[in-house]
């Protein structure tokens, strides 16, 4: 017979009342030496196992300690106790692989609290817990759910380089690529690196973004999504930064910055929605926690919102649109920046806007998420379509409460001559992207799309508030362990 998860038995319980089935699990905790709470990793919930202490060998009894990982064949029956609604009475016990109790002492695996900082330490045994069990379960839906999203509206799954020549964002944040011997690298006669004799023949670096690639296939298929790992070598050590990250990039031919802005709109609005459909348990558990989490709080300082309540908000209303001109004026006439409170203090139009900005504009002024659009040229990226006013470009950013800037994209720049000016001006090689500027040449059109960073997304569904803890091994400066 087919394997069956804890998750299926309890939800199809009925199905199996008063039968003999088989189950394998860990251990969660084992009490008074007669209930087992076994878990699978299916769902949050545990299933509770009986054992009549007097009918099994007490070898067996005697090792059976949490985290230890069983195998039981026992009648399914209605659970005498408060807490599930049926229990297993357990006939046959295996033990499938031993504690090693001493050092069991030192890990996570202690059914105590422990710290996330401390749960990060152990990032490979963290998948045991509920919290992380709640976390990687609702990121497997909400990547469900974007390919659902894409699926269902004609988009087409592309895959882009992970190794590529370009420097997509033109921020030069790149992690180079080579084989060379670090202790005998070519150089030319000029005294330069030879790239002309590394692996790929040129220099080569980790994608910053599909993006590039991905316009051009757009520019046959219509509509398409990349969905990859991502890499950043910025220095930010901040709870909203990661070196490796997973990115979503929609591009949509024919599409304007509108278009744009209405499809970031009902994708976020789609994947939430999904969750909240899909993911119940582990949505209340981590409101719960949240919750107590909040009561160590100063009054203050807590949320004015429960986790499943702030994600039927954030579905129920149409996000505020705002220019990057406007926000500029809320900002320097806030009392926030004229009191000095900002770190960075808004002075005139033309600066770029701190994570504490978006923030104040989200969370204080619009009480709603926030869509930012036309923004100085000289703070994006060059492929931005520039607006006839000549200072703007068609960007747009999506600015979530808690989390400051979930989505990036722009309409854009699709007239060969703006382009090559906007490349020139920003210092963007020509002949590396001659590719990318021949998709303006044959057939160009208004095209659009935008980049989701998955780990941003999850943060704010789960509430969780470390971007470290939402990706199972995070690599941040200083930190590529496992
Ligand atoms: O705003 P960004 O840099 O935009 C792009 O890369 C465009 N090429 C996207 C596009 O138009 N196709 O990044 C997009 C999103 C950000 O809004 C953020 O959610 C996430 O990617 N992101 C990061 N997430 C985690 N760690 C980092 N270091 C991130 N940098 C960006
Ligand atoms: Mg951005």
Known sequence: MK??????????YKKVLHHDITVYGWVRSFRANRFIALNDGSTINNLQIVVDFENFDKEIISKISTASSLKIVGEVVESQGAGQTVEIVAKKIIILGDNFTEELQNTILQPKKHSLEK???????????????????IRHALSFAVH????????????????TGADAEGAGEMFGVTNFDLNAI????????DFAQDFFGKKTNLTVSGQLEGETAAMGLGRIYTFGPTFRAENSNTTRHLAEFWMIEPEVAFNNLEDNIDLAEDFLKYVI????????????????????EQKTKPEKER?????????????????????????????????ENKKGKFQYPIEEWGTDLQSEHERYLVEKHFESPVVLFDYPKEIKAFYMKLNDDNKTVAAMDVLFPGIGEIIGGSEREARLDVLKQKMADMHVDEHELWWYLDTRKFGSVPHAGFG???ERLVLFVTGMTNIRDVIPFPRTPKNAEF
């Open 273 to 292: 929605q999904y969750v909240l459909d899909h993911c119940k348990d582990d949505l209340e558990f981590l409101d719960k926690r949240l919750e107590e």
């Open 303 to 335: 949320a004015k919102e429960g986790l499943i309540e702030k994600l039927q908000n954030v579905i129920a209303k149409r996000f505020k649109r705002v220019s990057y001109t406007e926000a500029i004026e809320i900002l320097l006439n806030s009392k």
């Open 3 to 12: 394997k069956q998860t804890i998750k299926e038995i309890l939800q199809d």
């Open 119 to 137: 749960l990060r330490e152990q990032a490979h045994l963290r998948f045991r817990t509920n919290v992380f069990g709640a976390v990687f379960r």
């Open 186 to 193: 070519p150089r030319t006669e000029e005294g330069e690196i």
């Open 148 to 163: 659902s999203f894409f699926n269902q509206n004609q988009f087409f799954y592309i895959n882009t380089p992970v190794i």
């Open 452 to 454: 989701l960073g998955l």
